[in-house]
């Protein structure tokens, strides 16, 4: 069964070449390796025997052109002709996408033929799977030997199905890489079918020469109906509030992007002051005000809830419950990178490891956690959310 790797955006799908003993399976899979790009191609591997040349299989991963915004690897399987290693067959046609049945033209192997193609229809019916209903290409290989039977014999014996079928000679390389475009493309286009190849990232819009980052950044967050905000006016001045600096903040209208979104950013630090003796002060709101902090701002929609309870226990002082709901947060958005621990999840997004072990270490001690330690596990969640939006994840039907 075909993998994705969603960081990499690389598709891997599986194709076993099929037919009777001696029919052109591993030649044919010889010719692809040495018409391939080396830049293209992994090591071929075959294990040959006195009765056929592949007593196991072949394995030939092939890098091909990009789907989507994908990159399509290949990994080619031949597996053994005779009856009595059918045991063997079963092992390397599990998981397959597509497959390609090369068939012997030659008179006296029509039988072998129809009996090969009758046990790949078997063998696929014990994993659930009608041939009918398969990505599958006829090769109608060796039709540069004088006695080669018709193609419309062996259509009629072997092609009821009407799968594309092509003449080749795996010895010239005649006709076998129309045949591998072609069970490529059924590949292709039977997983796009069943949404396994992830569609292609959104482009995003161009930003104006000389937008500040916040321009920048705006472009990037996901828009939501339910995170629709109107520009919030700041309160009254108090004696213990102080206006954001005006250089700090340059103005996001002007250069093409949502001044709400900036001016909701500055809402937390705007509303809150904090003294080396004091915690933090929240200075109430108007009716009807509802500011959206930086970490909703960038959290994907799955972690919106987990960022806003985040930053409102901030804003009200509750230390403690940030720290919990940074931590759980983290693991939540890590977890959108694969399988795997969240040291290596956090390694394939880039995210710093001191950085996960310090917020590890509060996870221990939350019941203690101070300011300092909540807006670092803020900052943390941020960091996070914005190597996801890098790496287009999570990914959108």
Not at 44 to 62: H, K, N, Q, Y
Not at 218 to 235: D, E, G, I, Y
Not at 311 to 317: D, R
């Amino acid at each position: 069964m075909s993998s994705v790797n969603l960081l990499a955006r690389e598709v891997a799908a599986k194709i076993v070449f099929y037919g009777p003993g001696l029919s052109g399976k591993t030649t044919t899979l010889r010719k692809i390796y040495e018409t391939v790009r080396p830049a293209h191609r992994g090591e071929m591997m075959s294990i040959a025997t006195e009765g056929d040349r592949t007593l196991f299989f072949d394995f030939l991963p092939v890098k091909v052109e990009r789907v989507n915004d994908c990159s399509v690897r290949l990994a080619l399987y031949t597996v053994p002709g005779q009856v009595f290693y059918n045991a063997t067959r079963k092992l390397v046609l599990q998981g397959a996408d597509g497959v390609v049945f090369v068939a012997d033209s030659q008179p006296e192997a029509l039988d072998s033929n129809r009996e090969s193609l009758q046990n790949l229809e078997e063998n696929l019916l014990e994993q659930g799977i009608r041939l009918d209903r398969f990505p599958l290409v006829m090769q109608w290989n060796k039709r540069d030997i004088d006695k080669a039977m018709p193609v419309e014999q062996m259509r009629a014996a072997l092609n009821a199905r009407g799968a594309p079928e092509f003449e080749t000679s795996a010895t010239s390389g005649q006709g076998v890489l129309d045949s591998l475009k072609a069970i490529t493309r059924l590949v292709i286009k039977d997983l796009r079918a069943k949404r396994i190849v992830p569609p292609p990232r959104p482009t995003p819009s161009p930003v104006a020469p000389g937008a500040g980052l916040e321009a920048q950044l705006s472009q990037h967050l996901p828009t939501r109906p339910s995170q629709t905000m109107q520009a919030v006016q700041p309160p009254a001045m108090t004696p213990r509030q102080h206006p954001p600096s005006s250089t700090t903040l340059p103005a996001v209208a002007s250069a093409g992007g949502p001044a709400p979104i900036v001016a909701a950013a500055m809402a937390p630090a705007a509303r809150m002051e904090v003294t080396p003796n004091s915690s933090a002060v929240p200075v109430p709101r108007t009716a009807g005000q509802r500011a959206m902090g930086p970490a909703t701002a960038l959290a994907p929609g799955e972690l919106f809830d987990h960022a806003r309870a985040a930053e409102t226990a901030f804003a009200s002082g509750q230390y403690a419950q940030c720290v919990k709901a940074c931590v759980d947060a983290v693991r939540r958005a890590l977890a959108l990178a694969g399988e795997g621990s969240l040291a290596q999840q956090g390694f394939l997004l880039r995210v710093d490891g001191s950085d996960l072990l310090r917020l590890q270490g509060l996870s221990n001690h939350v019941d203690t956690a101070r300011v300092d330690d909540a807006a670092f596990a803020l900052y943390l969640v941020m960091q996070v959310f914005t190597r996801l939006n890098a790496a287009g994840l999570p990914e959108t039907a």
